[in-house]
């Protein structure tokens, strides 16, 4: 503690010791002079002790406080890290004012109602961490974030309100959770009844925070109010984070609303509403689609603070540039990355500087296509019994060229064809003499081995017979017609000898 600071504590304890004084030692309106010095005494000391008592529990509550901020700093530089987007990967905007900041690298998608960011940073993207730990952004209402991370597993997380990147509420879920605000029991304890009893006519909901995360994607959505009357519908500040995934494609879409009122009849009123969506298929170019609406009646709007308000032209720039410039609809498009922001008020902007920039209705998107399947590998290296005679691979004779597994210098792993060759005579002499198949057309079609190509010895045409067993050793079909011959020949000899015993 400094010396003024010391001097003034001294002072105001002196100040209220004597006041606590007067009492004790008056006597009939009259002070007694003599008691005055022993009880200020008695009075400071007491009073000394207090103040040291205070200081030092407030010495040990910063203490913690700052343990807790370094903790909360380590994990967010950390978690960073991680995700590929720390400080070095990091650009500087050349606009900040028109160039709207991404909040982390990971596909995400994400909604916010109001960001207060006192010396904003002009660092692109800046983190992701929805509590704003890691970005430095200083208040933080109603910010809804649905992600998957770069272990590949999905995450959702609503920070309801947070302060110099302390959380003071949120609802964080991991794959297979679902969670709500701290007002869900009020919700379907008193107000879902309520609006089930009149039939949808008379319906409220408070804080709503609903974070829904699977395998495929995670589900985000805050209000701090919505409320239906007899078909009038009203919103404040609401928001959303949202990424989905199937076997093609990922989408990701964020939303922050304002205030909005609606009508059977359609929308009456809107404040500061954006919408970003992305969208990746495989083998496709990725699709984003940015939208904002400033102010707008009966679905027209208004051309307040500039023109280009009124019709969502992105990057509109109004207000009183550099004291306080106001920009409407501050869009960024970076690939399958869209950023945008309804509504952006600066204070003293000088360069690429502000001393404060206050969002309303921010929303952004990042999508990254699913990763196609694998390609298969040949039959006969893929460790799959793919004609069922439970063998497979090297240990299969299908996959050896002259049907012998125990052959390891006939094994082919670039065959497509596990099953069982047959193997025929050929028309010409091997090329080489070697056993079996080797070097010749043992199929007919015609060139080296496999015809087309095929070192299987098949040929383009071949196709699998899975019921017939393979010839082997003696040909029996050349055995058979040389016995019909035999007997034939015998049969003869036999007429002819009986011809000459007659004669």
Same mark, same amino acid.
């Given at each position: 503690m400094t010396a003024r600071k010391k001097l003034g504590a001294f002072a105001l304890v002196a100040a209220a010791a004597f006041i606590c004084l007067l009492p004790a030692v008056s006597q009939g309106g009259k002070v007694d002079l003599r008691?005055?010095?022993?009880?200020?005494r008695h009075t400071t000391q007491q009073l000394g002790n207090k103040v040291d008592q205070s200081l030092d529990r407030t010495a040990e509550a910063l203490r913690k406080t700052d343990q807790a901020l370094r903790r909360t700093t380590a994990k967010a530089t950390a978690d960073l890290r991680a995700s590929g987007r720390d400080a070095k990967t990091r650009v500087q905007a050349t606009d900040p004012l028109r160039q709207p900041p991404l909040h982390g690298g990971n596909p995400h998608g994400q909604g916010g109602v109001a960001v207060v960011d006192l010396n904003p940073s002009a660092e692109r993207p800046l983190g992701g961490s929805p509590d704003g730990s890691d970005s430095e952004e200083d208040v933080i209402v109603g910010r809804?974030?649905?992600?998957k991370n770069a272990a590949g597993a999905y995450h959702g997380h609503i920070t309801i309100a947070a302060l110099f990147g302390n959380e003071l509420l949120g609802v964080d879920t991991a794959q297979g959770e679902t969670k709500n605000g701290p007002l869900q029991g009020l919700q379907t304890g008193i107000l879902d009844p309520l609006c089930?009893?009149?039939k949808s006519e008379v319906c409220l909901s408070l804080l709503t925070a609903n974070s829904t995360t699977t395998a495929n994607g995670s589900t985000n959505d805050f209000a701090v109010a919505r409320a239906r009357l007899l078909g009038l519908g009203v919103g404040a500040a609401e928001s959303g984070g949202t990424i989905v995934e199937d076997a093609n494609c990922q989408t990701s879409t964020?939303?922050? /609303? =304002?205030?909005n009122v609606v009508s059977r009849s359609g929308a009456i009123a809107q404040v500061a509403n954006s919408t970003s969506s992305s969208r990746s298929c495989r083998g496709e170019?990725? /699709? =984003?689609?940015?939208t904002s609406t400033v102010i707008a009646l009966g679905g027209n709007g208004l051309p307040l603070p500039a023109a280009g308000c009124a019709d969502g032209t992105p990057d509109t720039v109004g207000g009183l540039p550099p004291l306080l410039p106001i920009v409407c609809n501050a869009d960024e498009i970076v690939g399958a990355a869209a950023v945008r922001e309804a509504l952006d008020v600066f204070v003293l902007t000088a360069g690429n500087t502000s001393l404060v920039k206050e969002t309303t209705a921010a929303s952004e998107s990042v999508s990254v296509a699913p990763a196609g399947p694998e390609k298969p590998g040949p039959q006969c290296n893929d460790k799959v019994d793919n004609d069922g005679?439970?063998?497979?691979?090297g240990a299969d004779p299908g996959c050896h060229s002259d049907n012998d597994a125990k052959n390891p210098q006939s094994y082919n792993p670039n065959d497509d064809d596990e099953?069982?060759?047959k193997p025929t005579k050929g028309s010409g002499p091997p090329d080489d003499g070697g056993p079996g198949e080797d070097g010749g057309d043992e199929d007919g079609g015609g060139g080296g081995p496999g015809g087309t190509g095929d070192d299987s010895g098949a040929g383009a045409a071949r196709t699998a017979d899975a019921d017939a067993l393979p010839f082997t050793g003696t040909d029996v079909t050349g055995l058979a017609l040389a016995g019909l011959l035999l007997l034939g020949g015998g049969l003869l000899m036999r007429r002819r000898e009986g011809s000459r015993a007659r004669l």
């Open positions: 008691n005055l010095d022993e009880s200020l809804a974030r649905g992600e089930e009893s009149t964020g939303g922050a /609303k =304002t205030v170019a990725p /699709k =984003t689609l940015n005679d439970g063998v497979i691979d099953t069982d060759k």
